[in-house]
């Protein structure tokens, strides 16, 4: 088990910690190759996954200069990530994510919307959730609140569905996370998201910072994947992706801590320049020998990974 949180850290101690600590520093780092030509940059991945003989993986296509992003689900053929032809391709939508409850395919991501005299300017936004037993039917059976970002799920032991929420505004401030267990996919609708416990002992009230990708731990305990961001005196945005662990049955959570930053990643562009040191994360592939391949989108323009120790053995022991 572990000592639970109860007071959030400032986003500065965490990295200034992550250095110190040279056991879980980076071991190896490379770009997601892709095999569809595009123009269009690629960034904001999930993690391979596997379905059938095939695997997959889902990223965030988008000009460099814009945000009016599609999401396309790429199959892998011989060492590349060709774009799948048995795939639609989802227009105005970000930041994919995917998962599995009951044989099934859970897929979501962002859409947004914009400002009919302006294409340029996004007005509103919420999560989608689509299901299937295979990625040719997808069918969207949920929808988050407008405005929230970052609902994540998983399907725990028991067969309950832990949902993690990210609250922003007068409950969430910039962005805060939630929890709420349901008996079912049947019972993933906003009203619900809105009941979730919100946490203040994840980050303090000048930053933020959201689930990715959630696994379910061999102790029953939840491994959480996510970001913690702050703003620096330029204005300039800090991106980290950062892990805790989540206890189900007592609601309790992990100190926060950061796993990687921005320069153990391959050298590569940035959108803009204020967002050179973004990292958001994807996913996470556990390995048998000890370490795991983070996935993630750099600089809000690439996409790479990034073999690291296994940050949630410790949460195992």
């Known amino acids: 088990m572990f000592e639970p949180a109860k007071t959030a850290r400032p986003c500065l101690d965490l990295y200034e910690e992550y250095a110190r600590d040279k056991k879980r520093h980076p071991i190896k780092a490379g770009m997601v190759k892709f095999g569809t030509r595009t123009r269009k940059d ?80 996004i007005i509103g936004w919420r999560t989608l959730f689509f299901r299937g037993k295979d990625f040719k039917e ?97 204005g300039n945005r800090h991106y980290y992706p950062m892990v805790f662990a989540f206890d189900p049955h007592s609601m309790t959570h992990s100190p926060l801590k950061i796993i990687a930053c921005r320069n153990d990643f391959l050298p590569s562009p940035a959108k803009r320049n204020d967002l050179y040191n973004v990292v958001f994360s994807g996913g996470l592939i556990r390995q048998e020998d000890g370490t795991a391949v983070l996935y993630a989108g750099v600089s809000d323009a690439t996409a790479q990974w990034l073999v690291i120790p296994d940050p949630f053995v410790e949460y195992e022991s």
Request: aromatic share 10%; proline share 4%.
């Open 42 to 121: 690629i960034y904001n991945i999930t993690a391979p996954f596997v379905h059938g003989s095939n695997k997959y993986l889902a990223g965030r296509v988008e000009n460099r200069h814009d945000e009016l992003s599609k999401v396309w689900v790429f199959v892998e053929k011989n060492g590349k990530w060709i774009k799948s032809p048995d795939t639609p391709e989802f227009s105005r939508f970000q930041d994919p994510f995917l998962t599995r409850v009951e044989g099934e395919i859970i897929f979501g991501g962002v859409q947004i919307d914009t400002n009919p005299l302006d294409e340029n300017q």
């Open 138 to 234: 997808m069918k969207l059976f949920a929808r988050g609140p407008n405005g929230m970002k970052d609902i994540r799920i998983v399907s725990l032991n028991d067969g309950k569905i832990a949902v993690f929420t990210r609250p922003q505004g007068e409950i969430g401030g910039r962005g805060k996370i939630g929890y709420i267990c349901l008996n079912s996919l049947d019972e993933l609708n906003e009203s619900n998201i809105n009941r979730a416990q919100v946490y203040h002992s994840h980050f303090v009230d000048e930053e933020w910072g959201g689930v990715n990708e959630v696994h379910v731990l061999k102790n029953g305990l939840l491994g959480v994947l996510g970001h913690i961001a702050r703003y620096d005196e330029e």
